[in-house]
């Protein structure tokens, strides 16, 4: 951890809060200061409505603060159009779901080309990456399976490969072992890891400690705040 | 993102919905389909009536006698002060520098008899121009001459249903007939022409100008056709013919020149018209067509909020989102419109070969507008549910199950 520090961090937000306007504004979350170095594997732990899902919405340039100031690379992402935050998801975030998320009527290899299509790879380089990104999670016999014929282990190993495509800064992971069977979810937590090891930055979401503790460092979240370990421990208890 | 994948994209989508998608389809087909046979009929119409009055010609100046203040139609009976006569026709001939042929007619109805058999039959006294200038002509024999006209020969030249008719399939030429009970040889007969507007023109007999005066008792003309050089010069013929008449007629101007085109025109315009309502309401059945394919858009921007989501989260940008969902509806229209244009002609072919009766003319701009309508109905129709596919925020979107 020493030594990530001693870089720039890749993910910088200062105060970020999040209030979601209604009848009753709801408040997602408030005033989180996060940094997160190149390397780091950070795993968000919180109970579900902890606010642990809107900060990964947050972090994946899916939804903006309402305060605060996020920054990726250096880049504010508060004042972005909605369509340079769709480029920079493109460029800078992969994304693994619960669910996974996949196009059911697509091959796993089309799956996977998906960002690139958007990056406006073309066609013969877009399989030809599709292709090595499955093959880094061990699933390229599968390729041309239709990614409903697939168990949901293969489903989420293809959801990574996705994630991988486009050589993101960031893999964020949201309860991604959350619909999968004890041994499926060692072996995606093994990809994880092994992932982390060669350089990949990885944010987990997740509300099972024993899943987070294959992260490198844990940060806890209740009723959109960071807190402390210990009164985690204390409020959870 | 290039646009050929938008398209395999789209393809895509419309092929895993076979069924929706041939059914969407089919509205716009229809559309399509009656644009393209309504407007057949409208303009076949049209060129069934251009062809009956294709053999008067668009050249012919038509003088009548007697002058009527109403313009087109016929004169009115009893309106007649002075005859048209040979002369008038000799001073238009000899004059008429912009005519390419001056025809007198008289005309009477008269008995026609070949041993036992009788017709009463249209018989017109005419010159040998008659035949360049009103463009019909013998098929055998020959036609009228100078010297027939002159020596006032009992010759005639039967049509062809009158010599069906007398003869049957014997030879007719060289045989002799009783008009009105005078002998007369035949030494032509005409080539067919057909119905014209309810008239038979082969069910006329031809005998020179002078001898149809002799047999009719009569020296005024039923009317004088005359055919203009140069279709470009019609207008000052028309006015060339009428100081002509006007001067020999000691100035008065009794008798009428019509022209053949003019009358026509406002034909044609009626039913130019025809067509376009008839398009018209067929395009409406498009437009519906076109609601159809919103109607399905916006269930299948419902039905994929969770792909769109996916989309999205991956990198897609609205401009993407909309583009992808606006050639779907715009491919489906254009699909749809292609098999309608197949269909239409299709129809229409079929429709003239076993309704030879209706007559079926399709245009090739009819064609060219029906798709292209179809397309942009397509883009129309398509824009509102893309925009809101577009719209949708990817985290609702992905939520979405």
Redesign the interface.
């Known amino acids: 951890m020493g030594s990530a520090a001693a870089s720039e961090p890749l993910l910088l937000l200062r105060g970020v809060g999040k209030v979601y306007e209604g009848e009753q504004p709801v408040v997602g979350l408030a005033d989180v200061d996060l940094d997160i170095f190149p390397g780091d594997f950070l795993a968000v732990m919180g109970p579900s409505g902890s606010g642990k899902s809107t900060l990964m919405?947050i972090l994946?340039c899916?939804?903006v603060p309402t305060s605060g100031t996020y920054e990726i690379k250096g880049v504010p992402v508060t004042t972005l159009s909605?369509?340079a935050l769709?480029?920079l998801?493109?460029?800078e975030i992969g994304?693994i779901?619960q669910v996974f998320?996949?196009?059911p009527?697509y091959t796993a290899l089309r799956n996977v080309e998906?960002?690139l299509?958007?990056?406006?790879v073309g066609r013969e380089e877009r399989a030809r990456r599709a292709l090595e990104a499955l093959q880094a999670v061990g699933i390229e016999d599968r390729k041309n399976h239709l990614s409903n014929q697939l168990s949901g282990g293969q489903k989420q190993k293809v959801a990574i490969a996705?994630a991988l495509v486009?050589r993101p800064s960031l893999l964020l992971a949201d309860e991604p072992t959350g619909n999968l069977d004890s041994k499926s979810g060692e072996e995606l937590l093994a990809i994880l890891t092994q992932l982390n090891a060669e350089g990949a930055t990885i944010v987990l979401v997740t509300h099972d400690l024993a899943i987070a503790r294959n992260a490198r460092r844990i940060v806890h979240i209740i009723d959109g705040r960071l807190v402390t370990s210990e009164e985690y421990r204390e409020r959870r208890g | 993102?290039?646009p050929m994948?938008f398209f395999t994209v789209a393809f895509?989508a419309l092929r895993?919905n076979r069924l929706r998608s041939a059914l969407t389809m089919l509205g716009v087909i229809i559309g399509v389909a009656a644009v393209i046979l309504l407007v057949s009929l409208g303009q076949g119409t049209k060129n069934y009536v251009e062809e009956q009055f294709a053999g008067l010609g668009a050249n012919i100046l038509i003088v009548t006698p007697g002058k009527i203040e109403t313009r087109g139609g016929p004169p009115v009976i009893g309106a007649t002060r002075h005859k048209l006569t040979l002369d008038d026709a000799r001073i238009l001939e000899k004059k008429g520098y912009l005519f390419g042929g001056v025809a007198p007619v008289v005309f009477g109805t008269a008995e026609v008899r070949s041993g036992a058999r009788s017709r009463n039959v249209s018989t017109l006294g005419v010159t040998p121009e008659f035949s360049p200038v009103r463009n019909i002509h013998v098929e055998v024999g020959n036609f009228v001459t100078d010297s027939d006209v002159d020596a006032k020969r009992r010759v005639c030249i039967l049509g062809r249903t009158v010599k069906r008719e007398l003869f049957g399939n014997a030879n007719a030429l060289g045989q002799v007939v009783k008009i009105s009970g005078a002998r007369f040889r035949v030494m032509g007969i005409m080539e067919r022409k057909g119905v014209s507007l309810g008239f038979d023109i082969d069910d006329i007999v031809f005998i020179p100008v002078r001898t149809a005066m002799d047999i009719f008792d009569t020296d005024a003309l039923f009317e004088i056709l005359i055919s203009v050089r140069n279709k470009n010069d019609i207008d000052s013929g028309k006015e060339l013919a009428r100081s002509l008449l006007f001067k020999n007629h000691n100035r008065h101007e009794d008798f009428t020149i019509t022209n053949q085109a003019a009358m026509l025109s406002s034909l044609y315009t009626i039913l130019d018209t025809l067509t376009y309502v008839l398009g018209g309401i067929a395009a409406i059945s498009l437009l519906v067509g076109g609601i159809g394919i919103m109607n399905i858009m916006l269930v299948t921007v419902k039905e994929r909020t969770?792909?769109i989501?996916?989309?999205?989260?991956?990198?897609?940008?609205?401009?993407?989102i909309l583009l992808q969902f606006l050639l779907e509806a715009t491919t489906l229209s254009a699909a749809g419109g292609l098999c309608g244009v197949l269909t239409g002609m299709l129809g229409a072919g079929a429709i003239r070969l076993l309704v030879p009766k209706i007559p079926m003319e399709v245009p090739p701009w009819a064609v060219v507008l029906a798709f292209t309508f179809s397309v942009f109905v397509g883009i129309f129709f398509g824009v509102y549910p893309a925009r809101k596919a577009a719209a949708l925020h990817?985290?609702e979107a992905?939520r979405y199950e």
Do not use: Q
Not at chain 1, 117 to 120: D, E, N, P, Q, V
Not at chain 2, 312 to 319: F, I, P, Q, T
């Open positions: 919405n994946g899916l939804d909605p369509e769709a480029a998801r493109n460029r994304f779901f998320h996949l196009l009527r998906l960002p299509l958007y990056a406006g996705r486009n | 993102m290039n994948e895509d895993t969770n792909e989501g996916i989309r999205k989260a991956v990198g897609a940008r609205n401009r993407d990817p985290i992905l």
